[in-house]
Structure formats: C-alpha cells, structure tokens
C-alpha cells in the first residue's frame, strides 16, 4: 500500500481516529487498576475478606511523581501522556523516529534510550501499531529491565511482546500488568467463549488486569457519532487546504 502510495504523491492518506480517545481512556484504567490491585480486592469484597486493606497485594503502588515511559506517541499514545501527566507522573515518550525534544511537561526520547527509560519508569504504556517492525520490540530484554514496583500496559499489539518472557516475569512477582491485546482472540461475535488468549496461563495471575481487546469497543451510536465527526473534520480540512 505504501508503495502504491508513492506512486502518486498527490493523494493525501488520512487515518478515522475516533477510537483514540476510548483506547486511550482503557489504558489509563488498566494502569490504575493494576497499579493498585483493584481485581484482588474486588474479588477479596465479595466474599466479605478486607484482607487487601491491612495487607496490600503485592504489587501495589504510587504513581504520582514517578517516571512514565509511553512507547508510541500517535494519538493514543498522546492521550496516554497527558493524562499520566495529569495524576503527576514524569512522562517519558519514544517514538518511532530518533528525535528528541520536549512537548511541554512530556519529554520526548529516541528509541535508542529505551532500556535506560524502561529500567526507571513506574508505568510502561505500549501504544504503537503492529507491524514488522515492532514485532517484539518489547522482547525479553526489555522486560527484563523492569523495575520493582511496575506496571506494563498494553493497548498495542500483544505482537510487540514476548509472550513467554513476560508470563515468568509477571509470575515471578513484584511487577504488574494490564493487557487489553493477546496472542490468541476471539474473532467474531458468534464464537466468543471457549477462546484461549495466550499460551499461558496469565489468567492464574493476580498481578495481571485481563481485558478481551476493548478499547476501541463501546456502543454502536458512540462509534457511528464519532466516527462522522472525525470524517467531517477530515474533509473540512482538505476543503480548507484546497
């Protein structure tokens, strides 16, 4: 496609980014929900146990005035930014090209820095797209590399990461994670049950946030509504630019 592409420069390719904000938003609630073991206490509530009061799952934490490193800085992981930048996080961001610089409170880095920024940050945010080359970006070094206290979160691709090596380190302990992209899915409303998501057993964890691929996933009149509103605002400005 992109070399199509090239064939005609004139033609201008955009991208209909109303999941954006939704993903955005899930992330945000799985970094939360797993940075403070939400499911364990939860499930410990409805059985009358307040176990998670006097004894904190481990691992639970703080996050404000920590490091955040969010890889992938498009509009998802814009929207990831700002708001850990809000609960007063030190954002860190890597993009896909080498450039550093900042984008006022958000320090941007190059990808080359990131087992430096992965081995300090509190909350990992993975928010690129999948493809040949990010397929295992966050390979077993990386993951390797994650301090204790810290939560991975993923609402990329579960392609980006090494599947086995980040099952033994989350089993190991003293890490967290909340993972909304698996190895294997569910492909269709019909068969949605009986779906293995991994060949691990990260269900058994309770140091992992589960989530079946749902960010982009809300109610049909909000998606069409949404939709519309991106495609308007795409072709006012092409009219614009005409």
């Known amino acids: 496609m992109r070399d199509l592409l090239e064939q005609f420069p004139q033609v201008q390719l955009r991208t209909v980014h109303h999941s954006a904000g939704p993903t955005a ?7 939360l929900a797993a940075a403070r073991a939400i499911v364990p206490a939860d499930q410990g509530m409805r059985t009358g146990d307040w176990t998670a009061r006097y004894v904190p ?20 992981g814009r929207r990831i930014a700002r708001a850990l930048n809000g609960l007063g996080m030190r954002v860190h961001v890597v993009r896909s090209t080498e450039q550093s610089g900042v984008d006022g409170d958000i320090r941007i880095h190059p990808r080359s820095e990131l087992p430096q920024l992965v081995s300090q940050a509190r909350v990992v945010a993975l928010a690129i797209p999948g493809s040949p080359a990010t397929d295992g970006l966050f390979g077993a070094g990386l993951i390797a590399q994650l301090p204790e206290p810290s939560v991975l979160v993923n609402v990329a691709r579960a392609t980006v990461v090494d599947e086995r090596a980040l ?24 068969a949605v049950t009986g779906v293995t998501a991994s060949t691990y057993p ?18 049909l009149r909000e998606v069409r509504d949404l939709r519309l509103e991106h495609v308007e605002a795409i072709l006012r400005e092409l009219a614009q630019a005409e």
Do not use: K, Q
């Not at 799952?57 to 998802?76: K, Q, R």
């Open 167 to 190: 099952y033994e380190r989350l089993r190991a302990g003293g890490v967290a994670a909340g993972l909304d992209v698996w190895w294997e899915e569910a492909r269709s409303a019909d």
């Open 202 to 219: 990260f269900h058994e964890l309770p140091n992992v946030v589960l989530s079946p691929h749902r960010g982009g996933a809300f109610s």
């Open 25 to 31: 938003e899930l992330a945000v609630a799985l970094v």
């Open 57 to 76: 799952p481990n691992p639970t934490m703080i996050l404000g005035e920590h490091p955040a490193l969010v890889i992938g800085y498009g509009e998802v």
